[in-house]
């Protein structure tokens, strides 16, 4: 079973233009998310997919694989089905660019251990909330699922509503995706739906055309460089796990 990680990389970020060209502690952002992709196990290789030639010219520098995509697109997924189109795989695994500190092990749960049954497969992993604080925040997306662990919605506000009960913990969906070829082109040749285009949530697409979208489970904590308030976060834990040898350049 061939399985490849896909890094979106776009350059024209509208909080955060250049993004993946960071510096952290001497390395560009894309670059730590690499190398935290190609610790996990079942990951042939790793391609950053880009649209820029800035962030080409980063890869090249530091030895990193990567992909030109197209300026046009509208969302990662759309971009990671173009590299898919270039590299045959029987999965690609995505992985948010902007995640540095994600953790091999949080990557290698969405990796099925067998082949699906089925031609169309996408999952996506999902984490509890500990921080009440991260339930209100918009760019937090959430998810509840049905009893067989299957997305039954998303949305940027806390759901469900604790009315009848206070016996509930908040899940907000990671980073992390899994698709076959099938899902990335379903997805491509699909139009947004009501709901999406409300909330702005691609997996809502799966979800309000009827696909199912499956929901795994981790025990982590994601910090994603959304704003240069970030970075400077992201920088010192580096910087701490670098003193510490957890870390290695």
């Known amino acids: 079973m061939k399985i490849i990680g896909v890094i979106p990389a776009r350059y024209q970020s509208s909080r955060f233009p250049g993004k993946p060209l960071a510096d952290i502690c001497g390395r560009p952002m894309i670059w730590w998310v690499c190398q935290q992709v190609k610790k996990v196990q079942g ?7 880009t649209d820029d030639d800035r962030v080409a010219q980063c890869c090249e520098r530091w030895g990193l694989e990567y992909l030109m995509t197209s300026s046009q697109h509208k969302t990662s997924t759309q971009r990671v089905y173009e590299a898919a189109k270039a590299v045959t795989a029987d999965y690609y695994v995505c992985i948010n ?3 540095p500190l994600i953790q091999p092990e949080t990557i290698q749960a969405i990796l099925p251990e067998k082949e699906p049954t089925r031609d169309f497969y996408v999952a996506n992993l999902m984490t509890r909330i500990k921080d009440p604080v991260e339930a209100v ?11 067989e662990g299957y997305a039954l919605f998303m949305s940027r506000s806390p759901i469900p509503y604790p009315k009848a009960s206070l016996d509930y913990s908040y899940y907000k969906h990671v980073g992390v995706l899994a698709y076959s070829i099938e899902a990335l082109r379903f997805f ?16 809502l697409r799966f979800i309000e055309h009827g696909r199912k979208l499956k929901m795994i489970e981790v025990d982590c904590h994601t910090l994603s460089v959304d704003t240069p308030k970030d970075l400077e976060k992201v920088r010192l834990m580096v910087k701490e796990d670098l003193d510490r040898g957890i870390l290695r350049l």
């Not at 990951?43 to 997919?49: D, E, G, K, L």
């Not at 040749?189 to 997996?203: C, H, L, S």
């Open 43 to 49: 990951i042939q290789t790793v391609y950053v997919a």
């Open 97 to 99: 660019g902007d995640e």
């Open 137 to 147: 925040d918009f760019t937090n997306i959430k998810v509840v699922t049905d009893d």
């Open 188 to 203: 491509d040749q699909t139009p947004k739906g009501f709901n999406e285009q409300i909330e702005d949530i691609n997996e």
